[in-house]
């Protein structure tokens, strides 16, 4: 079955921060776009960052770009995104997913991990 863990998250300080992971088994991994998202307590799912199969192109939602790096490693089936100046607008539950179309849309995507909590505190 596929599987994505989350995994990285945690309180930090604005200014700060923090690196996700997400582990995938159970599917081709670099066959699928990974993406992340978040989600903060009443508000829509909202799209992050995502890079493509071989990883040269990236995607990001403009708050975070020159702040947010997403990367993979195919040979360890692992999607990272490295999140620096962290303000308290970007906590949330960070979740990564595997898609095959729609890149930046939560339409996009077939396989959805838990998620992993962020916190910043101002």
């Known amino acids: 079955q596929v599987q994505l863990v989350e995994s990285g998250g945690g309180l930090v300080q604005a200014g700060g921060s923090l690196r996700l992971s997400c582990a995938a088994s159970?599917?081709?991994?670099?066959?699928?776009?990974m993406g992340w998202f978040r989600q903060a307590p009443g508000r829509e799912r909202e799209f992050v960052a995502a890079?493509?199969?071989?990883?040269?192109?990236?995607y990001y939602t403009w708050p975070v770009k020159g702040r947010f790096t997403i990367s993979r490693d195919n040979s360890k089936n692992t999607v990272y995104l490295q999140m620096n100046s962290l303000t308290p607008e970007d906590t949330a539950v960070y979740s990564c997913?595997?898609?095959?179309?729609?890149?930046?849309?939560?339409?996009?995507?077939?396989?959805w991990g838990q998620g992993t909590q962020v916190t910043v505190s101002s």
């Open positions: 997913a595997a898609g095959r179309t729609l890149p930046t849309t939560v339409a996009g995507y077939e396989h």
């Open positions: 159970g599917l081709t991994f670099s066959r699928y776009y």
């Open positions: 890079v493509n199969w071989g990883g040269p192109n990236t």
